[in-house]
């Protein structure tokens, strides 16, 4: 039961950053691998606060604003030096590692004595629940486990609202032109340029806010902690339009953070089924790999063999 | 080679050119003298046909003007303001344009409605306030019904499930929500069949003569040439050919605009090849 709990804490809390790679991939056909760098930048930052006493709002606050300069980096070298994409987010998250490790003062920052939102989490699970643990369904659960799951679960809900309402502003829905048909709302006299950058900047500030939170709820910021987030975050992105489909920017969001639950809960599954833990990133590349792939190949499929097609 | 005394007093013109000039690729083999020193002054409301073959420069000369690229020599007034080094999303607070392509401009994946909010705040500062305002809905969806396309009840579906001329009918009111200073048609009708292409142009000329806007229209088709506005500017090799206003303008038949295109044929010698394909272009 505790593992579920965790799975599903974690799941919650990298839908954040499923939300900010939704952002790059999905509105600029981008993939930010900025992303790697700027978790941990927002873990760094926030550790490091805390550590000092910060204010943990403040501190998570701060985390997501430096991930945000540096997404807001990366969209500056596309557009203005009109660096390639990838590029430009490979020169950032390389730097960022560098920057992470100046940041921390060292490759790993406990937050054990220092004051986070998970403990926050319980202080909230004794006034909410009382004792130690608490009963769901006839199994023990800790209090403040529980507390923990209810704070990432309302951050997850706020952040993909508030990506939603922000989609249907304008400034948000010229923003999602910009991807998709850049001639056009430049047309309309939209700095597409600076669409850009500012899109990268809310993308990695999400990424960075998740990797705040998952700081807080490890207990710890690590130097390695980003290594192939963007890809987590592309699966989870992949599996949520499997899950809720892409007809609408809601169900879009909500499939991106169903999708890093259901992962991560998978994840915790195979882990416990005996699957290495080395081999993890390697299975979470085939994934997207075959979701990429996978779609096209069956549509090729259908096309040299009609019998296939459904109706044809 | 201009040979009407042009107005010395810019600042009645709207569109105001002096001599601009664009090479691309220079010093390659891909050189293309695309514009050779064009002027061209357009009073306001102003109804402007520009017809000239493929790549005598019509359509750079209207890129030019909209800021796609900056020129390489000359200067570009717009509404008494220089916009020759604008960049070109500065330069849509005052110019609406319709491209040839349909798909060019509107935002396919994007609902009728929304992107009627993005020409809505076209030029303007965009801010939080909801795209899709009450202020908004209601008058979009009586002037989509005047088109009677049937689309004010499909206001929520993606644009690009719409017809090309559809689309072109809809970038058409995008372009023009906010009265433009300038209306650009970059052969806008090219790519539909010929009955969209027709609706399409009616509408096109009852917008411009309502709003009485200053219109520089590309087109191919020399019917639509001697139909339409108040006046044909023929171009050739990046240059002004013929400028045809008032009366002469009225007076010209899509023959007499043929006898031109002849005349430059045989003054520049061009082999049979293209004139073949003059022949599939403007006959």
Redesign the interface.
Known sequence: MTLLIGALTIGLILSLLAIGVLVSFRIFSMPDITTDGSITFGAAIAAVMLVHGVNPLLATAAGALGGAVAGAVTGVLHTKFKINALLAGILVMTALYSVNLHVMGRSNVPLMQARTLASYGETLGEALFGGRTINVLGWAVGSADAAVLLLALGAAAAGGALLFL?F???????M??TG??A??????????EGYIVLGLALSNGLVALSGALLAQYQGFADAQMGIGMIVWGLASVIIGEALTGTRSLGLTIVGAVMGSVVFRLLVAIALRWGLNPNDLKLITALFVFAALVLPSMVAKLKRTRPGLEPGA | MPTESKPSNSSSAMLSISAIRKTFNPGTVNEVRALQGVDLEIEEGSFVIVLGMNGSGKSTLLNAVAGTFFVDEGTIQLAGRDVTRWPEHRRAQLIGRVFQNPFSGTAPNMSIAENFSLAARRGLPRGLGWALSPQLMGPLRERIASLKMGLENRLDNAIGSLSGGQRQALTLLMATWLKPKLLLLDEHTAALDPKSADQVIALSDEVIQRDKLTTLMVTHSMQQAVSLGDRIIMMHRGRVLHDFRGAEKRRLRPEDLLDRFDEVRRREQLDESAAAMLNELYV
Do not use: E, P
């Open positions: 922000f249907r502003t304008n400034i948000g829905t010229a999602r032109a998709d048909n001639q056009m709302i430049r047309a309309l006299g939209a700095n597409v």
